[in-house]
């Protein structure tokens, strides 16, 4: 059985931090391209920052400098530091296992204060 299981979000001041994980189970993790998303209601789900299976990382222009991606494949894990966070970034955020076919986390809320 597959498992993605975000952890980390909360609320946080404008110009905070806050770092999101993933831990993955069920799948072969290293094999995968690792994705994290976010999702404000009555809007599509966007892409926030990618991981290749191969360490390449990719972000949306919006959080370009603040953001970061990262992965452990020894913890089956890959996290999301944000930083220099402003209330737009409220949303719920989820990762994604890509392979072909894809997997989806529950989803952790962050509310940034103005």
């Known amino acids: 059985q597959v498992q993605l299981v975000e952890s980390g979000g909360g609320l946080v001041q404008a110009g905070g931090s806050l770092r999101l994980s993933c831990a993955a189970s069920?799948?072969?993790?290293?094999?995968?391209?690792m994705s994290w998303y976010r999702q404000v209601p009555g809007k599509q789900r966007e892409l926030v920052a990618r991981i290749t299976s191969g360490g390449s990382t990719d972000n949306a222009d919006s959080v370009k400098g603040r953001f970061t991606i990262s992965r452990d494949n020894a913890k089956n894990t890959v996290y999301l530091q944000m930083n220099s966070l402003k209330p737009e970034d409220t949303a719920v955020y989820y990762c994604?296992?890509?392979?072909?076919?894809?997997?989806w986390g529950q989803g952790t809320q962050v509310t940034v204060s103005s």
């Open positions: 994604r296992a890509e392979m072909g076919y894809n997997y």
């Open positions: 069920g799948i072969t993790f290293s094999a995968y391209d």
